[in-house]
């Protein structure tokens, strides 16, 4: 697929799909459904941080309401102590009881205890003017949160309605073509990644024996797990169980495997330890296109498990079925284990289309959001 990714013309300037060359339309195909998975990984880190917001927002909320219950009671024992001071008033200073008291030791030891009273009074006071700012804080506090999460929410239908729209733009394109068009699309789509593979391993960016590399223990398990999901459909912003976007995939594989990772594939790029393609091994993460928009996992010999597209499904594909970026690894420090058994592919888990299409199901037919 990467080897024919051109830029596309600007929409006025194509012609309809039947006047186009299977090369012109393959290029417009690649185009959108790049466009289409970029707007995803920005839903999907969207989608991210507006489930951290909503967290932030219900500690918030309730850390508020334990202080507002704490302010009741300050202010239930500020008045029973003012109520107290009223009702016992004598209008006569300490000094001057201490004077006419008949046991002046007797008083001295009462105004002990009035001084500890006073003192908790004074204390229950501080409490009660610290326990008013920190409510304020909390509800200031509480009020941004909600704007924040209302700001993220209406960017993400946003951002929701955006990929919705492109989607559609790709299932128009493909329902105005012909079977045969169809037929051809899937021929240079083919042609075209076996050179993409074919130059990528003659180049030996993957080293002299990728196929003898063991994983580590949680990346077999991550590897694995990812095996397991061949056959399930994309759906853009899925994490399973019953399908996955690309990140989708990889992220609850490795937290499967007992390692959480970020969600998104920017992320993944950007914070996990990054590796040269010469030190790939199974489970390992490959990251694809100048922006990270797209991830696939590592399965060995030069092939990666990845959920290509809206419209296909989790399968095997060969490395270079996308422009390659870089690779990163989720357990750097772990070691790779011994006797290490490949896993057993089921029928079929190289069949189907990397770029997301077939004759008779098109993208977005598996989207449900």
């Known amino acids: 697929m990467g080897a024919l990714c051109t830029t596309a013309l600007p929409a006025h300037a194509v012609p309809g799909p039947q006047d186009r060359s299977v090369s012109a339309l393959l290029t417009e195909l690649q185009e959108r459904y790049r466009a289409a998975e970029e707007a995803t990984e920005t839903y999907n880190a969207t989608e991210e941080q507006l489930e951290k917001q909503r967290a932030k927002a219900a500690e918030l909320n309730r850390k508020l309401n334990r202080a507002r219950a704490s302010l009741r009671d300050s202010r239930g024992d500020a008045g029973r102590f003012a109520r107290q001071q009223y009702q016992g008033a004598t209008g006569l200073s300490p000094y001057v009881r201490l004077l006419l008291a008949r046991d002046p030791q007797r008083a001295l030891d ?6 500890r009273v006073a003192a908790g009074r004074a204390a229950t006071i501080q409490r009660l003017s610290g326990g008013e700012k920190r409510a304020q804080e909390l509800a200031d506090a509480a009020r941004r949160a909600l704007a924040a999460r209302s700001a993220l929410a209406a960017r993400q239908k946003k951002q929701r309605d955006e990929v919705s729209g492109q989607l559609k733009e790709v299932h128009e394109l493909l329902a105005a073509l012909t079977p045969e068009q169809l037929a051809a699309l899937r021929a240079a789509e083919d042609a075209g990644t076996a050179r993409a593979q074919e130059e990528f391993v003659a ?4 080293g002299g024996s990728p196929a003898t590399r063991a994983p580590s223990r949680r990346g077999e398990k991550a590897l694995d797990f990812a095996v397991r999901q061949i056959g399930l459909p994309y759906e853009w912003g899925a994490e399973g169980p019953d399908a996955y976007d690309c990140s989708g995939l990889t992220y609850e594989a ?12 920017q992320e993944q790029w950007a914070k996990l330890r ?9 489970g390992d993460l490959v990251v694809y296109f100048p922006q990270a928009t797209h991830v696939a996992m590592y399965l060995g010999d030069g092939m990666v498990v990845q959920a290509p597209r809206p419209g ?5 594909s060969p490395i270079a079925a996308n422009p390659v970026l870089g690779a990163v690894r989720p357990d750097p420090g772990s070691r790779p284990m011994r006797g290490y058994t490949p896993p057993k592919l089921p029928e079929g888990a190289t069949s ?7 004759g008779d199901q098109a993208p977005g037919a598996t989207d449900s959001r």
């Open 110 to 115: 009462q105004g002990h205890v009035l001084h």
């Open 352 to 358: 189907g289309s990397d770029l997301g299409y077939s």
């Open 274 to 282: 990054r590796i040269p393609l010469s030190q790939l091994r199974p």
């Open 203 to 206: 180049s030996g960016a993957l």
């Open 254 to 265: 490795w937290r499967h495997a007992g390692r959480a990772i970020p969600r998104t594939s």
């Open 312 to 316: 296909a499904r989790v399968k095997v």
